[in-house]
């Protein structure tokens, strides 16, 4: 989902949430179907129903806690509007995309520290998706007119806003404990959104 390279004079925060997402994101990214001779269109589109059921109310979660550290553009960082026109254009109409399945189990972000976990792993999910986007556009047809445009929801600007979150991680004080709190609800995002991909059946 995110680049696992490290920077130089990585800040603290985002060296310990890397260290503790590493495994998760490696297992992730070999189970993902997108590289698949056998995905069609018909996954494709099950697949991004299943990425709405997780960012919908994880979003909702996260922007509705009032406990984002300010600095963080919750309207330019919102990723939801952008699946469901995608879905849209795959076919779906609104009372179908309100039926949509929804994950339940959420991270409780209940602190400051928990929502910059959650907020690292939906950030890294962007970076790549230039390259998902051209191999969608060459084996399904998909691109950002008709039902890709969630997969390089940044476009050219995704550099930017990755750097710019990088920066913005780096201007929070957080304790040992704080720390840990980010950690723990980076790892459990991101073992979430397996098992809800998992659940929903579009994994390898």
């Not at 993902?32 to 018909?42: C, G, K, V, Y």
């Not at 950030?123 to 998909?142: D, F, I, N, P, Y």
């Not at 008709?146 to 710019?164: C, I, M, P, Q, S």
Request: glycine content about 8%; charged content about 25%.
């Amino acid at each position: 989902m995110h680049s696992q390279a490290p920077d130089v004079g990585a800040p603290p925060l985002l060296e310990a949430l890397r260290t503790g997402t590493g495994l998760l994101h490696v297992a992730l990214e070999k189970r993902m179907p997108f590289f698949s001779e056998r995905l069609d269109a018909q996954w494709y589109r099950r697949l991004l129903q299943a990425y709405f059921g997780f960012y919908a109310p994880i979003e909702a979660a996260l922007y509705d806690s009032g406990l984002i550290p300010e600095g963080f553009d919750t309207l330019l960082r919102e990723k939801t509007p952008t699946l469901v026109s995608d879905l849209h254009a795959l076919g779906l109409n609104d009372a179908a995309i309100s039926a949509l399945p929804r994950w339940t189990d959420l991270p409780t972000f209940d602190t400051p520290a928990a929502c910059l976990g959650a907020l690292y792993v939906l950030e890294g999910a962007t970076l790549g998706g230039q390259v998902l986007r051209r191999e969608m556009a060459q084996r399904l047809g998909v691109d950002a007119d008709n039902g890709g445009a969630f997969l390089d929801v940044y476009g050219a600007e995704t550099g930017r806003h990755w750097k710019a979150f990088l920066d913005y991680l780096d201007r929070q004080t957080l304790d040992a404990t704080d720390k840990q709190r980010a950690v723990t609800a980076a790892r459990s995002t991101f073992s979430g959104f397996e098992q809800w991909l998992d659940r929903q059946e579009v994994l390898l």
